[in-house]
Nanobody
Framework: QVQLVESGGGLVQTGGSLRLSCAAS????????MGWFRQAPGQEREFVAA????????YYADSVKARFTISRDNAKNTVYLQMNSLKPEDTAVYYC???????????????WGQGTQVTVSS
């Protein structure tokens, strides 16, 4: 069982930056691939970024490549999402997810956080 708690969301202007954090409970954090997803009002939840358990491999949705960076600190049981050059279309609730498989985490998670709201004003 993994419990995930996101933080760092908020209101930012177009072109601004935010860093989301996701703190995980449990001693097995380093054995999970981690991912970020987002869901805008009236839309399905979509993949944003993923990172392997070691942190050596990262994956991004085309819409956020070169603007977002996912990273993790296994000593702190935390995964981060640095978001730069934010656009109004990035507005959504952002969810942290964990899964033992790096392939599956790019589609869905086994464990989910409660989400954190990111709003980008134009």
């Amino acid at each position: 069982q993994v419990q995930l708690v996101e933080s760092g969301g908020g209101l930012v202007q177009t072109g601004g930056s935010l860093r989301l954090s996701c703190a995980a409970s449990g001693r097995t954090f380093s054995t999970y691939a981690m991912g970020w997803f987002r869901q805008a009002p009236g839309q399905e939840r979509e993949f944003v970024a993923a990172i392997s358990f070691s942190g050596r491999s990262t994956y991004y949705a085309d819409s956020v490549k070169a603007r977002f960076t996912i990273s993790r600190d296994n000593a702190k049981n935390t995964v981060y999402l640095q978001m730069n050059s934010l656009k109004p279309e990035d507005t959504a609730v952002y969810y942290c997810a964990a899964h033992p498989d790096i392939v599956t985490i790019r589609s869905w998670g086994a464990y989910w956080g409660q989400g954190t709201q990111v709003t980008v004003s134009s």
